[in-house]
């Protein structure tokens, strides 16, 4: 099983300001198979970036991900104030899936 | 519009059974593989299961592998997830979710509000 270990755990940031998050892997990943999505209190999860890098549908292009192997990083270029919110990591190249524990994005 | 609405969630004792359902809409059911993924409260997300399309190829967590069973019926829009001899550790919301694609390596890219199972003698 790999296991994606999400770092920090928790991030304080100021509306406007840049956040980078990092999804690291237990073992190399194909890059095609990365997802990254956003949760926020009492709502379902949404996809934002699956490939490691694609955006999905209708995801503002602040958003933005990078990496290969097993280090992968979720960029946010300018923080809104929705975007605060817990992000989860998840690889889907092999079976089991899994996800990373997540990073909350907190106002600071 | 993309609805995924579960069912049969609710109360049961330790090593006992329970089905859940999930009725899609708004797209061709059969194009696409469907999942199960579970939160248990106030955690975070854990993969449980995934279908093909075709229903012909199935795919489990090793938590629940032995135990659960996921199936679907085309002809009825519906989503299936058998969950048998059940255990505290499996009190969650499970979440219906439609993959982007038929197969197994795409991700999830729509998710249903999600059913409470409560496992407790």
């Known amino acids: 099983e790999i296991v994606l270990t999400q770092s920090p755990g928790t991030l304080s940031l100021s509306p406007g300001e840049r956040a980078a998050l990092s999804c690291r892997a237990s073992q190399s990943l194909s890059s095609s198979y990365l997802a990254w999505y956003q949760q926020k209190p009492g709502r379902t999860p949404r996809l934002l970036i699956y490939g490691a890098s694609t955006r999905a549908t209708g995801i503002p292009d602040r958003f933005s991900g990078s990496g290969s192997g097993t280090d992968f990083t979720l960029a946010i270029s300018r923080l809104e104030p929705e975007d605060f919110a817990v992000y989860y990591c998840?690889?889907?190249?092999?079976?089991?899936?899994?996800f990373g524990g997540g990073t909350k994005v907190e106002i600071k | 519009e993309v609805q995924l609405l579960e069912s049969g969630g609710g109360l049961v004792q330790p090593g006992g059974s329970l089905r859940l359902s999930c009725e899609a809409s708004g797209f061709t059911f059969s194009n696409f593989a469907m999942s199960w993924v579970r939160q248990a409260p106030g955690k975070g997300l854990e993969w449980v299961s995934t279908?093909?399309?075709?229903?012909?190829?199935?795919?489990?967590a090793d938590s629940v592998k032995g135990r659960f069973t996921i199936s679907r019926d085309n002809s009825k829009n519906t989503l299936y997830l058998q969950m048998n001899s059940l255990r505290a550790g499996d009190t969650a919301v499970y979440y219906c979710?439609?993959?982007f694609g038929g197969g197994y390596y795409f991700p999830t890219d729509y998710w249903g509000q999600g059913t409470l199972v409560t496992i407790s003698s």
């Open positions: 979710a439609k993959d």
């Open positions: 998840q690889h889907y190249g092999t079976s089991p899936r899994t």
């Open positions: 279908i093909s399309g075709n229903g012909g190829n199935t795919f489990y």
